[in-house]
C-alpha cells in the first residue's frame, strides 16, 4: 500500500509540474492527500498552502485539512476550518456532511449544547425540504443520522422534528 501511495504521489507531481495552472493544482491536493499517510507534516504544509487558494481545490484542502487536525485530535483547529467551510458559498462539500461533523466534534469536545445544536439544524433543515409537489422530501442519510444522534442526546428537541412516513404506492 505504502508503495503504491508513493508512486502515485510522484506521478501528481509529475503531472503539477508539466500541465501547472488548475490542472496541476488539482494534481498537487491529490499528491498532498496522497501524502498524508507517507509523510504528514509535508502534506499538511501543502494542504494549508491550497486551502488558502479559494475555489474548488481551497474547499478541498481545507476540508481535508480540517480532517487530518481531527485525527490528530487538534480539535479546536478542526472545528475553526469546518466552520469556515460551512459558511462558504463556494465550498463543493455538502454542508450536511461538515455540519455532522462538526456535531461529532463539539459531542467528543463534550460540548453537549453545540451537539445538540448542530444536530438539530441539520435535521430541521432537511425535513422542511419540499418536492415539486409539495411533499416533503425524504431525509438524506446524514440528516437521518443527525436526527438518530439528537434522539440519543436530547430526545425532547428531536421530537419536535416531523418527518412524514411517505405513503405506499398503491
Do not use: H, M
Not at 108 to 134: M, W
Not at 157 to 165: G, L, P, S
Amino acid at each position: 500500500e505504502k508503495e503504491r501511495a508513493e508512486a502515485a504521489a510522484t506521478e501528481f507531481d509529475e503531472v503539477t509540474t508539466k500541465y501547472g495552472g488548475a490542472t496541476g493544482e488539482k494534481a498537487k491536493y491529490l499528491a498532498a492527500v496522497t501524502r498524508i499517510s507517507l509523510d504528514r507534516p509535508a502534506a499538511i504544509q501543502t494542504l494549508e498552502g491550497l486551502a488558502k487558494s479559494g475555489g474548488e481545490i481551497g474547499s478541498l484542502s481545507k476540508f481535508a485539512l480540517a480532517q487530518a487536525k481531527q485525527g490528530d485530535n487538534k480539535l479546536d483547529e478542526a472545528v475553526t476550518l469546518y466552520q469556515e467551510l460551512a459558511t462558504a458559498n463556494d465550498s463543493v462539500i455538502s454542508k450536511d456532511t461538515i455540519n455532522f461533523t462538526l456535531a461529532g466534534i463539539y459531542e467528543k469536545q463534550g460540548k453537549k449544547p453545540e451537539a445538540i445544536e448542530a444536530y438539530y439544524n441539520l435535521a430541521k433543515k432537511a425535513s422542511e425540504l419540499k418536492d415539486a409537489d409539495g411533499k416533503q422530501v425524504p431525509l438524506s442519510q446524514t440528516a437521518t443520522q443527525a436526527k438518530e444522534k439528537l434522539q440519543t442526546l436530547d430526545p425532547a428537541k428531536a421530537a419536535e422534528i416531523k418527518v412524514e412516513t411517505p405513503a405506499l404506492p398503491s
